[in-house]
């Protein structure tokens, strides 16, 4: 069965940093790229950030460009999103994704983890 596990979501005040994690369990978490998205109330969910399998390349959002950074540390099975300078507009639920994307491809999806920035 595969899990994947955001936790860290909490609330924080604007200029704050936050850390999440998404945790992956059966998976080979090696062969798939993971990435963050998020979705705010009534907009449609964003890729905020994707890192390549061996975490050699990552790309983000330009909205959060220069304030997120994506790390994954392949033996915890683990992907990391490192936010700062957390803006209002941050806020969102955040979910983790993983993408396998050799043959046989698959995708699988965290329950997501709530953010809110806020005073």
């Known amino acids: 069965q595969v899990q994947l596990v955001e936790s860290g979501g909490t609330l924080v005040q604007p200029g704050g940093s936050l850390r999440l994690s998404c945790t992956a369990s059966g998976i080979i978490f090696r062969l798939y790229v993971m990435r963050w998205y998020r979705q705010a109330p009534g907009k449609e969910r964003e890729l905020v950030a994707h890192i390549s399998v061996n975490g050699g390349n990552a790309n983000y959002a330009g909205s959060v460009e220069g304030r997120f950074t994506i790390s994954r540390d392949n033996d915890k099975n683990t992907v990391y999103l490192q936010m700062n300078s957390l803006k209002r507009e941050d806020t969102a639920v955040y979910y983790c994704?993983?993408?396998?994307?050799?043959?046989?491809?698959?995708?699988?999806w965290g329950q997501g983890t709530q953010v809110t920035v806020s005073s």
């Open positions: 994704n993983a993408l396998r994307t050799i043959v046989p491809m698959r995708d699988y």
